[in-house]
Nanobody, 117 residues
């Protein structure tokens, strides 16, 4: 399985971006999908998850602003980010697990999101 993340960029505070995560390879191996982010000098943190059934979870700091989704027909996951804040600046990574345990088995390469104040 290969994951290809895209959609990052530079945006002003209050703006929006939509990240995409395209999966290829043995797609049937993918169960839950997740988005993580890593700010400079900090550890990589979980941002949001979506199960095969569409159940979602978010960290508190992005609730009401970010929406995770997936399109099984297109083998693609998404992270819609609205009302962006400077503290959202990070490299965003998509991930997926193959065992339905939310422990990533596959990682995308990361896409930079920079929010200016």
């Amino acid at each position: 399985v290969q994951l290809q993340a895209s959609g990052g960029g530079l945006v002003q505070a209050g703006g929006s971006l939509r990240l995409s995560c395209a999966a290829s390879g043995t797609i049937t191996s993918i169960k839950n999908m997740s988005w993580y982010r890593q700010a400079p000098g900090k550890q990589r943190d979980l941002v949001a998850t979506i199960s095969t059934g569409g159940e979602t979870t978010y960290i508190n700091s992005v609730k009401g602003r970010f929406t995770i989704s997936r399109d099984s027909a297109k083998n693609t996951g998404y992270l819609q980010m609205n009302s962006l804040k400077p503290e959202d600046t990070a490299v965003y990574y998509c991930a997926a697990d193959g065992n339905s345990d939310y422990v990533p088995d596959y990682w995308g390469q990361g896409t930079q999101v920079t929010v200016s104040s």
